[in-house]
């Protein structure tokens, strides 16, 4: 059975705080949103100008 630090090399930060992880992945969250959309917008932009 392998572990997490099975693959860690030796220039690796490794970060345990938890606050910081959360605030990290909400920031993820947040911009993968943004994109999905900015995505979205322009699909209906595309839409739009290519209608006949």
Do not use: F, G, Y
């Not at 030796?10 to 959360?22: R, V």
């Not at 605030?23 to 209906?44: C, F, G, P, R, Y």
């Amino acid at each position: 059975m392998s572990t997490q630090n099975d693959s860690l090399r030796p220039d690796d930060i490794i970060i345990n705080d938890d606050n910081l992880i959360q605030h990290v992945k909400k920031k993820q969250a947040a911009k993968i949103l943004s994109m999905t959309k900015h995505e979205e917008l322009s699909d209906e932009m595309s839409k739009i100008l290519n209608r006949d």
